[in-house]
């Protein structure tokens, strides 16, 4: 059994964000696929999410039954319902998937990877809490990163003294680094523009064919074929 992701906020006013892909690819995964077409998301109170049951029948291995859900309890507490499942399916972490946006990752690129760190997403980072391991499966779909360039616009020695040059320089940055962040927030609870939307599509659908080619072929082969060079 499989333990499908896509994170994201529920709500009308977060759903075409790029903190949102998650939700979309799995949206898109269940419209593109004939085997799955009639299945509807059941708003499960329970799990405390969307949640939607599949079964997969790859031509050359034995049927899977895919499990997948939209959590409902908002991006930073995404790691409860996860728990809440994979603890009353008795689902190993190793067969568990997220599907994420990713800030580190270009807009449109895409890697398929096991475990390793959170790169400060909190959802990722609510599940690896929640389910007390980093041992599970990611799809991490790239959203692109704002620019910052903060060291060139840090203040130059003054007349104060060294002591004091410490101390300001301390404060820009991390003035600096507050506003990076609020940057970053900005991003991901952004739409894509015009000029990012053929891209974005594109990504969707890439992730859609991801998780199909992963469940009929392997990780690994699903690795080979959409993991950005």
Not at 12 to 37: A, C, I, M, P
Not at 59 to 83: A, D, F, Q, W
Not at 105 to 117: A, D, N, Q, V
């Amino acid at each position: 059994m499989k333990l499908i992701v896509g994170l994201g906020n529920p709500g009308g006013k977060y759903e075409k964000t790029r903190h949102n892909l998650g939700f979309l690819v799995l949206d898109r995964f269940l419209r593109d696929f004939s085997q799955v077409q009639k299945t509807i998301w059941e708003d499960n109170k329970k799990f405390k999410c969307d949640i939607s049951q599949i079964e997969w029948q790859p031509k050359h291995r034995n049927l899977e039954k895919v499990i997948l859900i939209k959590p409902k309890t908002y991006m930073n507490n995404s790691g409860l319902c996860v728990e809440l499942i994979s603890s009353f399916y008795k689902i190993n972490p190793s067969d568990i998937w997220i599907i994420n946006d990713e800030i580190d990752l270009p807009l449109g690129s895409m890697k398929i990877r096991f475990g390793g760190g959170s790169a400060g997403h909190k959802g990722v980072m609510s599940i690896m809490s929640s389910l007390g391991t980093e041992k599970f499966w990611r799809f991490r779909l790239g959203i692109g990163h704002p620019k910052r360039n903060e060291n060139s616009r840090l203040p130059k020695t003054g007349t104060g003294g060294q002591a004091e040059f410490r101390i300001q320089t301390s404060d820009r940055k991390r003035k600096f680094k507050n506003r990076g962040l609020k940057k970053i927030d900005e991003l991901v609870l952004s739409t894509f523009s015009e000029g990012e939307f053929g891209k974005a599509r594109e990504l969707i659908k890439r992730g859609s064919k991801a998780i199909a080619e992963a469940l009929e072929n392997g990780l690994e082969k699903a690795m080979n074929r959409f993991n950005t060079k």
